[in-house]
C-alpha cells in the first residue's frame, strides 16, 4: 500500500498509523515486527508535507524524532519528495530499526495501533456519565454524576486502565440531599472547643450526625487524618449530648467503637474516620487534644417550616417535624378527635361548654360538662382533645340525685370509634331490659340506646 491507503487502511481496520514517541518506543515496535530479508519495509505514521516542514507524527501533531534514529545518510530525500518514513525492520545491523525517507507512493506495508479500550462503564443508577472518549480508550475517563436528589459516594471518576478494566471504586448514587454542606479543617488541628469556635464563626456549627447515612458520606469525604475528626457531642453534666441542638444523645443514634465511650475523664467525641479499625466509629477523648474539625452549614432558614413545625437540618436540606397535633407534609392541618357523639347527646340533663381555638373538635379543643338541678356529673369535668386525636378520658355522666348510677349512665369509649350508649334513666326500664335479655338468652354488653 502507498502510506495515504495504508493509513487510511489503520483508521478503518483499527486506530491510527503507529505512533513512536521515544527510541524504546521504537525498539520494541521493532521488536515486534516480524523481519523482513528485503524490501518492501514497514509505513510509520510520520509525514511532511513540504521540503523544509518539520516531520510531524499522525494523530498529535508531535515532532519527535530521536537523534540515532535516522539511517545512514538518510533522510536523503533523494527524489525531492520523499515525505513519509519507512522503518527498517531486518538482520541488518547498521539499518535494523532505522528510519528511511522515501516516496508517499511507494509500497509497503502499514502499521497499525488499537487502542488498549475499556467495555463501556457502569452508569450508576439515578446517575450519569460523561467520558473523555466515548471509545473508552487507555486512560480516558468518564465522571459520574448524581440525579438531583442523590448524593454521590465513592469516587466521581473511574479511568480506564491499560488492562482494559475501569480503574477507581465503581461510584453509586444515594438517595441524599440537594447539596452537601460540609467543611473540614486539619490545619491547624484542634481541641475541641476552639473546633467548636471555629465552627460557630465560619458555618453553623460542629457536625452532627444524625443517620447512617451521614457517617458513610463523612467517612468517604474526609481525608484520612492520624489524629482524626472531632465531632458536634460533648458530655454535658455527665450526658452525652449534641451540642448543636442540645438535645441527648439517644441510645438508637449512638456509635460509639467497640468499648467506648471508656473514660469518665474523656468529655469529647471523635470520629475514626478511615481508621482500619472501627472505622467511623466513635470514641470518647480528652477536649484539649488537638485534632480535625468538620462542620457543616444550616440549611433551615427562618420560617422554613411555619410556625407549627420544627426545622430539622438534614444532609444539605432540612425537613419540618410538625408539633405535636398537627399533621405532615405541611404542618398547618390539625389533628381533629372523634365528635360523633355530638348528635347523640341528649338536650339534658348533661350540657357541655367547648372552646376550639385551632378548629371544631380538634387538638386543643376544651369541653366542660355539667348536669342540670338534680342531677350530678359522674365523671370529668373537662375533657380535651390531644395531640394524638384521642379525648383525654371518657364522656362524664349525669346521675340523677338519689338514683342508683347505673340507670343515668352515659358510656363514652374515648377513641376513634365512639359507641355512645345512653341508658335510661328509669330504673323500671333497667330492670324490663334485664328481663328482656335473661329470657333472650343472649349476650349483651351493653343496655338501651335511647332516651326518655
Ligand atoms: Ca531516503
Ligand atoms: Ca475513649
Not at 533523494?78 to 535494523?96: A, G
Request: hydrophobic fraction near 35%; include cysteine.
Amino acid at each position: 500500500m502507498n502510506w495515504t491507503d495504508a493509513r487510511a487502511w489503520c483508521q478503518n481496520v483499527y486506530t491510527d498509523m503507529v505512533v513512536i514517541q521515544s527510541q524504546v518506543e521504537n525498539d520494541y515496535l521493532v521488536s515486534l515486527l516480524p523481519n523482513k530479508t528485503q524490501a518492501p519495509y514497514y509505513w510509520i505514521g510520520i509525514t511532511k508535507i513540504h521540503k523544509n516542514d518539520n516531520w510531524t507524527w499522525v494523530g498529535d501533531n508531535s515532532t519527535w524524532i530521536s537523534d540515532q534514529v535516522w539511517a545512514y545518510n538518510e533522510p536523503n530525500n533523494n527524489h525531492s519528495n520523499e515525505f513519509c518514513v519507512e522503518l527498517y525492520v531486518n538482520n541488518d545491523v547498521k539499518k535494523r530499526g532505522k528510519w528511511n525517507d522515501e516516496k508517499c507512493s511507494s509500497q509497503k506495508y502499514p502499521v497499525c495501533y488499537q487502542v488498549v479500550g475499556c467495555p463501556p462503564p457502569f452508569r450508576p443508577l439515578y446517575g450519569h456519565l460523561n467520558c473523555s472518549d466515548q471509545r473508552y480508550a487507555f486512560n480516558s475517563t468518564c465522571r459520574v454524576g448524581c440525579s438531583s436528589g442523590f448524593l454521590l459516594l465513592r469516587s466521581a471518576e473511574v479511568t480506564c486502565s491499560s488492562d482494559g478494566n475501569w480503574h477507581g471504586l465503581r461510584p453509586i448514587c444515594i438517595r441524599g440531599a440537594h447539596a452537601w454542606t460540609y467543611h473540614y479543617s486539619i490545619n491547624p488541628l484542634r481541641s475541641w472547643n476552639s473546633a467548636q469556635k471555629w465552627c460557630q464563626q465560619h458555618y453553623t456549627d460542629m457536625v452532627a450526625i444524625q443517620n447512617q447515612g451521614e457517617i458513610t458520606y463523612l467517612n468517604w469525604m474526609l481525608p484520612f487524618n492520624p489524629s482524626y475528626y472531632w465531632i458536634g457531642i460533648r458530655k454535658v453534666a455527665g450526658v452525652w449530648t449534641w451540642v448543636g441542638t442540645n438535645r441527648s444523645l439517644m441510645p438508637e443514634a449512638e456509635n460509639w467503637a467497640v468499648g467506648e465511650p471508656n473514660n469518665a475523664y474523656e468529655d469529647c467525641v471523635e470520629m475514626y474516620i478511615k481508621r482500619d479499625k472501627d472505622m467511623a466509629k466513635w470514641n470518647d477523648a480528652t477536649c484539649r487534644k488537638k485534632k480535625g474539625t468538620v462542620c457543616y452549614t444550616a440549611s433551615c432558614l427562618e420560617g422554613s417550616c411555619g410556625i407549627h413545625a420544627d426545622c430539622v437540618e438534614t444532609i444539605g436540606n432540612f425537613t419540618c417535624k410538625c408539633h405535636p397535633g398537627f399533621l405532615s407534609p405541611s404542618c398547618e392541618e390539625v389533628v381533629q378527635c372523634e365528635a360523633g357523639w355530638l348528635a347523640g347527646l341528649p338536650a339534658s340533663p348533661l350540657s357541655l361548654n367547648c372552646s376550639h381555638p385551632l378548629g371544631n373538635f380538634s387538638f386543643g379543643t376544651l369541653c366542660r360538662f355539667s348536669c342540670e338541678g338534680g342531677y350530678s356529673l359522674n365523671g370529668t369535668e373537662e375533657l380535651h382533645c390531644s395531640s394524638n386525636g384521642l379525648w383525654s378520658s371518657a364522656l362524664p355522666t349525669c346521675a340523677e340525685e338519689g338514683m342508683p348510677l347505673w340507670s343515668a349512665a352515659l358510656l363514652y369509649s374515648a377513641g376513634t370509634a365512639s359507641s355512645l350508649v345512653l341508658l335510661l334513666s328509669a330504673v323500671g326500664l333497667g330492670l324490663l331490659a334485664a328481663k328482656r335479655r335473661r329470657k333472650n338468652g343472649k349476650k349483651h354488653d351493653c343496655l338501651l340506646t335511647t332516651y326518655t
